[in-house]
């Protein structure tokens, strides 16, 4: 299956060579040592080590190329039937609320002049008044209690599932086996995640995997057997033969690099207690014992959101909106407290903020504790403050991407390490998604925690140099159905399916009331 380049007619071999010789120019003189002639960004050499890790990781990539979730035909059928009765209901109610039978949702124009001038809301978005964008339309539903912006958002989300994902997940089965297929981009977003898709050309028959609809109704689509129903009123004998899909992702990735980055001593000394990070800072905020905030979850949720928001880049006069935008329950008073409180508390954190944000404006680009750079400029983003939150997200964010492209790295690398980890088919964000048969599922748990905690944190510091003050932890999920993940722990097989069979009909029944399906 070599390809012999003796028989490669030189009018393709010698350009593809200049292209070889060319590219791999452009690495040596991007990972030799600092030319102090230089300012800014192409005065600072990419690391070799971040040379390799993209390079082995690219293997990993290529193979995952090659598989994909399958297509539950039976549901898909469900889906395609409910999807359009539901937009026609919806566009029906939206229609009696504007008193307009002719009204389209879809317009944004005709959907400001409705919420704005019609209803009457009062807009939140100074920079855009009249913005219909998703954010706008949920701060806008919980702040007046209308059911028009919701309704918006409903109606648009079920247009994208029917336009995008029926007839493209149906296209790409068909030409791929009976499997959903995509594209992976290594570059494909400015802070080194990846992104996917098929691009334009709809003939591939690729989707886009990495931001699949988060709905459990189309997220169904995609199973790891056809046979999954089997086991739902019993467990037959060729069970532990079946395809099951285990998700292992990075708990608090973000958060555990920007503890690290900012060497705030409070935030690492709370990281390596091994308690829930969310409700040790909620307890630094509000003085609540932990176990007060871990049993009020409106205020675990919003010191959760508010940290996130802070990692993102979000100001102190634009957390409010971004948290209401979230669904938390909140005053400005009460997010503006937490906020200042925050910062006095981690004092390492607002530090860290403050010479990234100083660092970017004088260079003109970010980087990470591995040596990652991105060119950031206001010419480039357009504003000011996308400037400045992105000297924050970028240094993070890929930060903790870094360590699934160690983790892929290593799968190329020592194959034989991790035998039952040759099946991945998905890479979102801070998870993968493998495949493998339930015989085998405590032999892949145990081999992703050994590679991403233990083996990912050697590797980080045999190769970047740089020595973890905060331990990396993973958690894991299963499913035979996309929209039906559980958490495993490593439990015996026949309780991990009592809990998978109760959790599948409390997804179903869900899923049937919203799309009022006949049961």
Not at 164 to 169: A, F, H, N, P
Not at 264 to 291: C, M, P, R, Y
Not at 430 to 438: C, E, G, K, R
Not at 472 to 491: K, P, Q, S
């Amino acid at each position: 299956g070599r390809l012999n380049y003796a028989t490669v007619p030189l009018e393709f071999l010698v350009p593809y060579n200049c292209a070889d010789a060319a590219l791999t120019k452009i690495i040596e003189l991007k990972t030799t040592r600092r030319d102090k002639n230089l300012v800014g960004f192409d005065s600072y050499p990419v690391s070799d080590a971040y040379v390799e890790v993209m390079t082995n990781a690219a293997f990993t990539v290529a193979d995952m190329e090659g598989r994909g979730p399958l297509l539950d035909k039976q549901h898909h059928k469900l889906v395609s039937q409910a999807i359009p009765s539901h937009i026609k209901r919806l566009l029906e109610k939206i229609q009696v609320t504007v008193a307009n039978p002719k009204f389209n949702p879809s317009s944004h124009i005709q959907v400001a002049k409705a919420l704005y001038d019609q209803l009457q809301l009062s807009s939140i978005n100074e920079r855009r008044p009249r913005s219909t964008d998703k954010e706008t339309l949920a701060i806008l539903a919980q702040n007046s209690g209308h059911t028009m912006p919701n309704d918006i958002i409903q109606y648009r989300k079920l247009r994208k599932m029917e336009g995008t994902y029926l007839e493209g997940s149906r296209r790409s089965a068909e030409m791929h086996g009976g499997e959903i297929r995509t594209r992976w981009y290594m570059t494909g977003t400015a802070t080194t995640r990846f992104s996917s898709g098929g691009g334009r050309d709809k003939s591939l028959g690729l989707m886009n995997l990495q931001n699949w609809h988060g709905d459990p109704f189309l997220k169904n689509l995609l199973v790891s057997t056809l046979d999954w129903r089997e086991i739902l009123d019993h467990t037959p004998r060729r069970v532990l033969d079946m395809d099951i899909f285990y998700s292992p992702d990075y708990s608090q990735a973000e958060l555990r690099m920007l503890a690290q980055a900012s060497k705030d001593k409070l935030l690492i000394q709370q990281f390596n207690s091994g308690v829930d990070i969310h409700s040790l800072v909620g307890h630094a905020l509000t003085g609540w014992s932990v176990e007060e905030i871990q049993n009020n979850s409106r205020t675990r949720r919003l010191v959760k959101n508010m940290h996130f928001g802070i990692v993102y880049g979000i100001s102190r006069n634009s957390m409010y909106n971004y948290l209401r935008g979230k669904g938390v329950e909140t005053t400005e008073q009460e997010s503006t407290k937490y906020y200042d409180g925050y910062f006095q508390k981690y004092k390492g954190v607002s530090r860290f903020i403050d010479s990234m944000r100083a660092f970017v404006e004088a260079n003109g680009f970010a980087y990470n504790i591995f040596g990652f750079r991105r060119p950031l400029s206001r010419n480039d983003l357009g504003r000011s403050r996308a400037v400045e939150n992105q000297a924050i997200n970028t240094p993070i964010q890929s930060a903790s991407h870094t360590l699934m492209l160690a983790a892929m790295a290593l799968l190329h690398m020592y194959p034989e390490r991790y035998p039952d980890l040759s099946r991945m088919i998905m890479e979102v964000h801070d998870s993968f998604i493998f495949l493998t048969t339930l015989r085998k599922l405590a032999a892949v748990h145990a081999q992703a925690q050994q590679l991403m905690v233990k083996d990912v944190t050697m590797y980080i510091r045999d190769h970047f140099g740089v020595d973890l003050e905060v331990p990396l932890l993973t958690d894991a999920m299963v499913g035979f159905r996309y929209g039906v993940m559980i958490d495993y722990h490593g439990e015996p097989l026949k309780e991990m399916l009592k809990t998978w069979r109760a959790y599948n009909v409390e997804v179903e029944a869900k899923s049937a009331e919203t799309y009022k399906l006949v049961t």
